[in-house]
């Protein structure tokens, strides 16, 4: 052939200027390109040469990379199938370009999918060169050699050369804003995230080793990759410590694995992998550890959409030719095969779980507390997984007990159904500071759950409405009767006007907690039970603590915490401390309740009197009346609050009181704390 002038054929003016501008975000993967390219032109070898196509020498079956610091090159060489000047000609020359300005103004920031798009793998060398040089012979017998060479410009030059061993060598002349691509250590590390599983060893210099106080080349080959990685294995010839030698060959620095699974698909779609459940570090969810590999070529590690949101919690590998790789990420969601790949890992998850929770329970027990993060997340947000998460989902008590739900239901039915048919789950989330309301509730014999996990609100939410007639509820939340509401129980023994004034006397005990607020109610709770009780509205609770997660419930968020303090009517100190309090008071408030009453009854006929007038219909007389009645009862509650807190402050029992059940609560801070101090050892 004589030496050969063209112009490589594209519609677009020249494609350089725009490869180098569009694709400024990833220059790095040009060697994932050029690599890839190299190995199939290896693969593609052994392959005809396994069908018989091919019958010469099966030499050095291997791919070089070089750099040449001074000459400025870096070059990537194979003894693959090489190519013809034909092959050149329609692989190279050829690229195929239409709508072209369109496509790169849409993924300008994805340089994987441009390149994906166009098969402009080969071309992304001018990313990072300003001469791209061509030498290669192909496999066939009576084959030349031949050198194509392009500067950047769409003119080539192409022309025979004398070349003696099969294959292709890629040299690129690295331009001046790239020069650290002649860098040992840039180009190793680079070589390292792309190519460490890659199929065909994978040559860089040689390796060093230490000798007389430095490092010194040796005369091996420094091969940078692993060929048969762990997951193009079959699970039949793996070990437990195979698996767990690789796991760590992927995350040095982690713990070891729970478990793992390893996925193997040939249909609707190809896609290997192992992934592992690794040991979660509770304040520091990882997320995108999983990595993304198209025939072991590392892709990517930013897996979002082809694996479901819960499951960027595991680690491993999926290697898939299927997954549209070179796309944006809006379109691989979209994607059917996606889909459908996202699908199967969940169902193989699902599959693993449930195998272990047959085979070995006592071991799946012991993984729980780890796992279960993981599984809730998953149940959570995928109603697939929710159906089959439920046969082998753990409920823990206080104890440190598992079940499954239906072991659970079948513990609890019997002494936990209220009067309607509900079945109510008691829970705690705090062992410590819940302590008497768990101990309250196991007197009664009821069995209490540990839900201290983050997502454990979200699931008791979630249970409630895919288990029938089933509540949860916290074991603060009330008192123990009304937890469980079993008959109708029986009220205080309290009139209003009482009811009301002793309110107004705790209340006026409790210590100010910022953001809180407090209802005072009287309870016949039993003569042993505690004189007083803080609980907490389940409803409420839940509702602001899923807000602190999510964030369009910002209107419970800002809502103050409110808690109730039960009196306990029955209980004897709460009963001495009512007596000395009417003692004390009871007389002189008396004829104040009594003209209260009163006047509450005479504003009552005036409304009813004028209730289907319109308002200016009333004569204003009535109105006057009416507001001065008002003011004046509001005037002589006044007076009676003052009176019954006047006396309140002076009753150190009652004080007492109220103090331990903060206390109790952890509720009991700072100058609150120390005065309860103080008062208690003056008391003894
Ligand atoms: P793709 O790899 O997606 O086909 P590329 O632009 O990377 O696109 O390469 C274009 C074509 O050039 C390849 O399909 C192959 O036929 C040929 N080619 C590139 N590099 C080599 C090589 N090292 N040896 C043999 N052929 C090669
Ligand atoms: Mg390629």
């Known amino acids: ?202 040559i860089f210099g040689k390796k060093e080793e230490w000798k007389d106080g430095k490092m010194v080349e040796t005369d091996q080959d420094n091969i940078i990759n692993k060929t048969e990685p762990e997951w193009t294995k079959s699970p039949a010839t793996l070990t437990d410590k195979d698996y767990i030698n690789f796991y760590h060959d992927l995350y040095p620095m982690s713990e070891d694995p729970l478990f793992w699974i390893h996925l193997n698909v040939d249909f609707p779609f190809h896609l290997t992998g192992i992934l592992y459940f690794p040991k979660l570090d509770k304040n520091n969810f990882n997320r995108n550890k999983i990595q993304l590999y198209c025939n072991q070529v590392f892709v990517t590690d930013s897996v979002e959409g082809v694996v479901p949101e819960f499951m960027m919690l595991l680690q491993g590998v999926i290697d898939s030719p299927d997954i549209p790789l070179n796309v944006s990420r809006s379109y691989l969601q979209s994607d059917s095969n996606v889909k459908k790949i996202s699908g199967y890992i969940t169902r193989k998850v699902a599959d693993r779980l449930q195998q272990l929770f047959n085979d070995d329970r006592k071991e799946f027990e012991t993984k729980w507390d780890d796992i279960k993060i993981f599984i809730e997340f998953g149940m959570l947000s995928d109603e697939k997984f929710f159906d089959r998460a439920k046969s082998f989902t753990l409920l823990k008590n206080i104890d440190g007990q598992y079940f499954s739900l239906e072991e659970y239901q079948n513990l609890i039915k019997d002494n936990q159904t209220d009067k309607d048919g509900q079945l109510i789950y008691l829970y705690a989330n705090d062992k410590d500071t819940q302590y008497q309301y768990i101990e309250n509730a196991k007197a009664k014999g009821y069995d209490v759950l540990l839900m201290d996990g983050q997502l454990d609100n979200h699931l008791a939410s979630m249970l409630e409405q895919k288990l029938e007639k089933s509540r949860f509820v916290r074991v603060d939340s009330d008192i123990i009767p009304n937890l469980i509401k079993k008959d109708d129980i029986k009220t205080d023994s309290l009139n209003d006007d009482e009811r009301r004034v002793y309110a107004e006397m705790f209340k006026s005990q409790i210590p100010t907690i910022e953001n809180s607020e407090f209802i005072v109610m009287f309870e016949a709770v039993g003569a042993l039970d505690q004189p007083l009780l803080i609980t907490q509205n389940e409803f409420m609770r839940r509702m602001k603590e899923m807000q602190s997660v999510q964030p369009g419930m910002s209107f419970y968020g800002k809502m103050p915490d409110s808690f109730n303090l039960i009196v306990n009517i029955d209980n004897p100190l709460v009963k001495k401390v009512l007596e000395k309090a009417n003692i004390s008071f009871g007389e002189e408030i008396a004829p104040i309740n009594v003209d209260i009453k009163e006047k509450n009854l005479k504003a009552e006929e005036l409304r009813k009197a004028t209730h289907d007038k319109k308002e200016d219909e009333i004569p204003v007389q009535d109105k006057e009346s009416l507001r001065k009645l008002e003011d004046e009862v509001a005037d002589l509650r006044k007076k009676e609050e003052d009176i019954v807190k006047k006396y309140a402050s002076s009753d150190s029992m009652l004080k007492q009181l109220v103090d331990l059940a903060f206390l109790s609560n952890n509720m009991l801070k700072g100058e609150a704390l120390s005065n309860f101090i103080k008062r208690s050892t003056q008391l003894l």
């Open 1 to 202: 052939m004589d030496a050969q002038k063209g112009s490589i054929n594209v519609t677009s003016e020249n494609i350089f200027p725009v490869i180098k501008k569009f694709l400024y975000s990833d220059h790095e993967i040009f060697l994932r390109e050029l690599v890839s390219n190299a190995v199939d032109a290896t693969q593609k070898l052994k392959t005809l040469n396994s069908v018989g196509e091919y019958k010469g020498p099966m030499n050095d079956l291997n791919v070089e990379v070089k750099i040449d610091k001074e000459a400025g090159t870096l070059s990537v060489i194979d003894h693959g199938v090489g190519m013809t000047s034909g092959e050149i000609d329609k692989y190279i020359n050829q690229i195929a370009f239409s709508g072209a300005e369109e496509f790169l103004a849409k993924y300008k920031n994805d340089s994987n999918a441009i390149i994906g798009h166009f098969g402009l793998g080969f071309y992304s060398a001018f990313m990072v060169a300003t001469k791209v040089v061509i030498k290669t012979k192909s496999y066939r017998d009576d084959s030349v050699g031949v050198e194509w060479e392009c500067d950047g410009s769409p003119e080539f030059t192409m022309k025979d050369i004398d070349k003696k061993d099969r294959g292709t060598e890629i040299i690129l002349y690295i331009d001046d804003e790239n020069k650290d691509f002649l860098e040992k250590s840039k180009v190793e590390s680079l070589l390292k995230k792309y190519c460490r599983y890659l199929p065909v060893p994978i």
